[in-house]
């Protein structure tokens, strides 16, 4: 057991978490700390200060669209949200178990960074728009332009995220898949997030984005280029090998990688195609 | 200070705000029959209820139960009568080392105030957070979809308070 000393500062509303934010750039944030919790007992965290947003009520949960989701939005809350496309609930099934599901938000996801975020490539597909606030004021940041790095963000010091918008567009068929080494608590080896939309039989656009297989979440723009402007082809897949920079870590391998983007990419095709 | 309810009694406790629950319980409030196994949310052996809803002890900060309603596996017997998931796993030998039983017992209180009659694949899913190294899963989750079943299935249903 290692005890962090750091205080809290416990916000109650997002102008309050801003204000003392603006102050306090360097503490970290705190949601449902079913990742900060673990880097404090392993010790690879040792924060000064610690901003908890938990009491944020405002930035819990989903509207009714289902198109604005607070930062706080817990994937417990996402899974019972009938406005929200399978896939994306389907996700979030993925993340965990029950317990982290109930306490871990798609806000940590997103800002934690971690090329293997299980919720990371269905923003990538989604286009959703990432909106950041400060004390300075608000910006919208599309997912494609927020991880700039392995673990970095486009985050100012002084910015929390606090909301993620979707634009869907009806009859987009969306897909989600993630391999691991079971159904529940894997951290995945390839996580892939997938939309068509088709029109008169033809893909007018795709979006493919993968997790794990690079330093961070990735659209797979080969696989999308060559998937435009005819009917569904599953052989459009075997160009993700141009889009992937998969390594040999504790998890997986890179040519294990490289064989399942591939392969779960090209099923989920072979599936639109016979649709 | 950190001031909750634990199993309905009022506790206050001095420790850091950033301490784990888990540690909180154990140490602060001498309630020991929530277990540490992994101390990185993969094993459920810690789990307890915050508000009614099953978290990790090991990944919640003291701090964010100030002010909620924790219910331990201490908490889950009322008036000297076990609660309905422990009578079944009393019946189906639903334990064979028991460090894993009390997470199983509280994220199974959490299934079945949701939902008293799940089918093994949802009891499956529920409990997929809870590992049992002496791989007992078929007497648990027998346990757990029979805990409700039988003549007292209505009384006992409505014995599990709402959250």
């Known amino acids: ?5 750091a205080p809290v500062h416990r916000a109650r509303t997002l102008a309050d978490a801003l204000a003392w934010r603006a102050t306090h750039p360097h503490a970290t944030v705190l949601a449902g700390g079913t990742d900060l919790m673990v880097f404090l007992e392993l010790g690879s965290a040792n924060p000064t200060s610690v901003l908890d947003l938990w009491g944020c009520t405002e930035l819990r949960g989903i509207s009714e669209d289902g198109r604005t989701l607070g930062a706080l939005t817990t994937w417990t809350d996402m899974v019972r949200h009938p ?10 099934r993925t993340v965990g178990a029950p317990q982290i599901q109930n306490r871990g938000t798609i806000g940590g996801n997103i800002v934690n960074a971690s090329p293997a975020g299980d919720s990371l490539p269905m923003w990538l597909v989604t286009d959703a728009t990432f909106e950041l606030a400060s004390v300075r004021g608000v910006r919208q940041v599309p997912a494609s332009a927020f ?3 392995y673990r970095k963000t486009a985050l100012a010091p002084d910015e929390l995220l606090v909301r993620v918008h979707l634009h869907p567009h009806a009859g987009d068929r969306l897909h989600y898949r993630k391999v691991g080494t079971r159904l529940a608590q894997a951290i995945s080896k390839v996580v892939l997030g997938g939309r068509l939309r088709i029109e008169g039989g033809i893909v007018t656009e795709a979006r493919v984005a993968l997790g794990s297989v690079a330093p961070t979440p990735i659209r797979a723009h080969h696989v999308e280029a060559a998937l435009l402007g005819k009917p569904v082809d599953p052989a459009a897949a075997a160009a993700v090998a141009d889009d992937i920079a998969p ?4 998890r997986s391998t890179a040519a294990y990688r490289r064989t399942v983007s591939a392969n779960v990419i090209r099923a989920w095709l072979e599936g639109e195609a016979a649709a | 200070m950190i001031r909750f309810t634990v199993n309905d009694q009022d506790v206050a406790l001095d420790a850091p705000p950033m301490s784990r629950l888990l540690d909180v ?3 602060g409030a001498r309630l020991t029959g929530t277990k540490e196994g992994c101390g990185e949310g993969e094993c459920g052996a810690c789990t307890v209820l915050i508000d009614g809803v099953a978290v990790n002890s090991c990944l919640v900060p003291a701090i964010q139960a100030d002010g909620c309603r924790v219910t331990t596996v201490e908490g889950l017997a009322s008036d000297g009568r076990l609660h309905p998931v422990q009578e079944a796993f009393l019946r189906f030998g639903g334990a064979q080392c028991g460090i894993c039983t009390p997470g199983f017992l509280v994220t199974a209180k959490a299934l079945l105030d949701a939902n008293p009659h799940p089918t093994r694949a949802e009891a499956r899913e529920a409990l997929a957070g809870n590992l049992c190294r002496c791989t007992g899963y078929q007497k648990i989750i027998d346990a757990v979809t029979e805990a409700l079943a039988g003549p007292d299935v209505d009384a006992a249903a409505t014995s599990t308070p709402a959250c």
Not at chain 1, 1 to 5: D, E, F, H, K
């Open chain 1, 83 to 92: 406005a929200l496309p399978v896939a994306l609930r389907d996700c979030a």
């Open chain 1, 1 to 5: 057991m290692l005890t962090s000393p």
């Open chain 2, 25 to 27: 319980l154990r140490e």
């Open chain 1, 247 to 250: 390594i040999d870590d504790i």
């Open chain 1, 147 to 149: 991880w700039l790095g």
